[in-house]
Protein backbone atom coordinates (compact mmCIF):
# COMPACT_ATOMS: atom_id res chain seq x y z
CA UNK A 1 0.00 0.00 0.00
CA UNK A 2 0.87 3.23 -0.86
CA UNK A 3 0.61 6.30 0.81
CA UNK A 4 -0.22 10.03 -0.95
CA UNK A 5 -0.27 13.21 0.44
CA UNK A 6 -0.62 16.57 -1.68
CA UNK A 7 0.03 19.73 -1.31
CA UNK A 8 1.11 22.90 -2.59
CA UNK A 9 -2.51 24.36 -3.02
CA UNK A 10 -4.33 27.78 -1.99
CA UNK A 11 -5.92 30.83 -3.29
CA UNK A 12 -4.76 32.44 -6.27
CA UNK A 13 -5.69 35.13 -8.87
CA UNK A 14 -7.03 34.00 -12.58
CA UNK A 15 -3.59 34.55 -14.64
CA UNK A 16 -1.83 33.07 -11.76
CA UNK A 17 0.27 29.80 -10.89
CA UNK A 18 0.43 26.79 -8.36
CA UNK A 19 2.63 23.89 -8.19
CA UNK A 20 0.87 21.32 -6.82
CA UNK A 21 3.40 18.17 -4.95
CA UNK A 22 2.43 14.42 -4.45
CA UNK A 23 4.59 12.51 -2.19
CA UNK A 24 4.64 8.90 -1.83
CA UNK A 25 5.52 6.46 0.91
CA UNK A 26 5.17 3.06 1.33
CA UNK A 27 6.12 2.06 -2.12
CA UNK A 28 8.09 3.91 -4.47
CA UNK A 29 6.58 5.88 -7.18
CA UNK A 30 8.91 4.75 -9.92
CA UNK A 31 7.42 2.29 -11.03
CA UNK A 32 3.52 3.70 -10.41
CA UNK A 33 1.19 4.93 -13.05
CA UNK A 34 0.37 8.23 -11.41
CA UNK A 35 -2.91 10.41 -11.66
CA UNK A 36 -4.00 13.49 -11.34
CA UNK A 37 -7.73 14.45 -10.51
CA UNK A 38 -10.27 17.47 -9.92
CA UNK A 39 -13.31 17.49 -8.03
CA UNK A 40 -15.47 20.81 -7.98
CA UNK A 41 -18.80 20.90 -6.34
CA UNK A 42 -21.64 19.38 -7.63
CA UNK A 43 -19.57 18.58 -10.63
CA UNK A 44 -18.08 14.98 -11.51
CA UNK A 45 -14.26 13.93 -10.90
CA UNK A 46 -12.45 14.73 -13.65
CA UNK A 47 -8.86 12.71 -14.89
CA UNK A 48 -6.42 16.49 -15.27
CA UNK A 49 -3.45 14.68 -16.14
CA UNK A 50 -1.56 11.17 -16.15
CA UNK A 51 1.98 10.07 -16.17
CA UNK A 52 3.23 6.25 -16.97
CA UNK A 53 6.36 4.67 -14.51
CA UNK A 54 8.75 6.03 -18.09
CA UNK A 55 7.16 9.48 -18.21
CA UNK A 56 7.13 8.56 -22.40
CA UNK A 57 3.36 9.68 -22.78
CA UNK A 58 1.94 12.03 -20.67
CA UNK A 59 -1.96 12.47 -20.61
CA UNK A 60 -3.88 15.67 -20.39
CA UNK A 61 -7.29 17.00 -19.94
CA UNK A 62 -8.06 19.27 -23.17
CA UNK A 63 -9.75 21.64 -20.78
CA UNK A 64 -5.78 21.72 -19.16
CA UNK A 65 -3.49 20.95 -22.35
CA UNK A 66 -1.32 23.93 -22.57
CA UNK A 67 -1.13 24.88 -18.96
CA UNK A 68 -0.62 22.41 -16.69
CA UNK A 69 2.17 20.12 -16.82
CA UNK A 70 2.97 17.44 -14.68
CA UNK A 71 6.55 16.01 -13.82
CA UNK A 72 7.80 13.72 -11.52
CA UNK A 73 11.14 13.42 -9.47
CA UNK A 74 11.45 9.55 -8.97
CA UNK A 75 14.40 10.33 -6.03
CA UNK A 76 11.82 12.21 -3.81
CA UNK A 77 9.25 9.93 -4.70
CA UNK A 78 7.26 12.78 -5.67
CA UNK A 79 5.21 13.85 -8.55
CA UNK A 80 4.26 17.76 -9.37
CA UNK A 81 1.78 19.39 -11.25
CA UNK A 82 2.65 22.75 -12.39
CA UNK A 83 -0.29 24.81 -12.89
CA UNK A 84 -0.08 28.13 -15.30
CA UNK A 85 -2.67 30.32 -16.51
CA UNK A 86 -5.29 29.46 -13.90
CA UNK A 87 -9.25 29.99 -14.86
CA UNK A 88 -12.03 30.49 -12.35
CA UNK A 89 -13.41 26.92 -13.45
CA UNK A 90 -9.95 25.44 -12.58
CA UNK A 91 -11.53 25.72 -8.94
CA UNK A 92 -11.67 22.21 -7.12
CA UNK A 93 -9.71 19.92 -4.65
CA UNK A 94 -7.10 18.61 -6.62
CA UNK A 95 -6.39 14.30 -5.56
CA UNK A 96 -3.23 12.87 -6.54
CA UNK A 97 -3.78 8.29 -7.33
CA UNK A 98 -2.03 5.21 -8.07
CA UNK A 99 -3.44 2.35 -7.59
CA UNK A 100 -6.51 2.24 -5.42
CA UNK A 101 -4.51 4.82 -3.42
CA UNK A 102 -5.70 7.90 -3.29
CA UNK A 103 -4.30 11.02 -1.15
CA UNK A 104 -6.28 13.62 0.89
CA UNK A 105 -6.47 15.88 -1.78
CA UNK A 106 -5.96 19.83 -1.92
CA UNK A 107 -7.87 22.85 -2.47
CA UNK A 108 -7.08 25.24 -4.96
CA UNK A 109 -9.41 28.35 -5.40
CA UNK A 110 -8.88 30.35 -8.47
CA UNK A 111 -10.56 33.94 -7.68
CA UNK A 112 -11.69 35.87 -11.04
Known amino acids: QVQLVESGGGLVQAGGSLRLSCAAS????????VRWFRQAPGKERELVAS????????YYADSVKGRFTMSRNNAKNTVYLEMNSLKAEDTAVYYC?????RGQGTQVTVSS
Open 51 to 58: MPRDASNT
Open 26 to 33: GRTLSIAY
Open 97 to 101: ATGDS
